[in-house]
C-alpha cells in the first residue's frame, strides 16, 4: 500500500488500488470467532484505509465465502465510521452476483454511503467459491443453496446487480469484473 502511494497518479483523481482478503488479516476469521475478529479486523482495516486515504489509493475488500458475508459487512461498516475517512471516495468491496443476497448486499452498499455523504466503490464478480458453497450446503443438509446452481441464473443476477449499481451512481463507484462475452455485451 505504501510503494503505491508513492507512485505518481494518472490525470484520473485515483490512483491504481489494492485488494485486501480479511481472512488473510485474522487467522481466526469466523462466525465462531466473531467477537475476537470483528474488532480486531475493523482495526487492521481501518488502518489500512487511513494510509490508503492519505495517499488517496484504492482499497477494496474482498468477498469470501458465503457465511463471512455478515461478519465482512459489520467490519467494513465498522471501518467507514471512522473521521479520517469523511470524504475519502477509494474505500470498497467486491460484491458476489453468485450469492443470492446480491441485490440487498448493493442496497446496503448504497445506503452506507448515503449514510456518510460520499461515494462507494462496489466491484461487482460472478463470485470464486461456487464449489465450496455448494458441497458446504451439502453437507450442513441446508434446504437449499446460498448461490445460484445455474449459470445462467448467475449471470442473470450479475446483470441485475450491475443496474443496480448504475442506478445508484450517485452513492456508489461501479465496478465491474467479467470474463463473459455476453455479461459485457449485456
Known amino acids: 500500500l505504501e510503494e503505491i502511494g508513492k507512485v505518481p497518479a494518472a490525470a484520473e483523481k485515483m490512483r491504481d488500488g489494492l485488494s485486501v482478503k480479511l481472512?488473510?488479516?485474522?487467522?481466526?476469521?469466523?462466525?465462531?470467532?466473531?467477537?475476537?475478529c470483528v474488532p480486531a479486523l475493523t482495526e487492521k482495516l481501518r488502518v489500512l484505509a487511513v494510509l490508503a486515504a492519505r495517499s488517496n489509493t484504492p482499497l477494496t475488500v474482498d468477498a469470501e465465502e458465503v457465511d463471512r458475508l455478515a461478519l465482512s459487512?459489520?467490519?467494513?461498516?465498522?471501518?467507514?465510521?471512522?473521521?479520517?475517512?469523511?470524504?475519502?471516495?477509494?474505500?470498497?468491496?467486491?460484491?458476489?452476483?453468485?450469492?443470492?443476497?446480491?441485490?440487498?448486499?448493493?442496497?446496503?452498499?448504497a445506503e452506507q454511503a448515503q449514510a456518510r455523504g460520499r461515494r462507494m466503490q462496489v466491484r461487482l464478480v460472478k463470485g470464486a467459491y461456487w464449489d465450496a458453497e455448494i458441497k458446504r450446503a451439502q453437507v450442513m443438509g441446508l434446504p437449499d443453496y446460498p448461490v445460484?446452481?445455474?449459470?445462467?441464473?448467475?449471470?442473470?443476477?450479475?446483470?441485475?446487480?450491475?443496474?443496480?449499481?448504475?442506478?445508484?451512481?450517485?452513492?456508489?463507484?461501479?465496478?465491474?469484473?467479467?470474463h463473459n462475452a455476453h455479461t459485457v455485451c449485456a
Not at 481472512?23 to 475476537?36: C, F, G, T, V
Request: hydrophobic share 40%; net charge negative; glycine share 6%.
Open 73 to 109: 459487512l459489520a467490519i467494513i461498516g465498522n471501518t467507514m465510521e471512522d473521521p479520517a475517512l469523511s470524504g475519502w471516495e477509494g474505500f470498497g468491496l467486491a460484491v458476489q452476483a453468485y450469492q443470492k443476497r446480491c441485490p440487498a448486499v448493493v442496497e446496503w452498499c
Open 23 to 36: 481472512s488473510a488479516l485474522h487467522p481466526r476469521y469466523s462466525a465462531a470467532q466473531e467477537s475476537d
Open 148 to 178: 445460484f446452481t445455474r449459470k445462467e441464473n448467475t449471470d442473470l443476477s450479475y446483470i441485475a446487480g450491475a443496474a443496480r449499481l448504475l442506478a445508484h451512481r450517485d452513492r456508489l463507484y461501479p465496478m465491474l469484473a467479467t
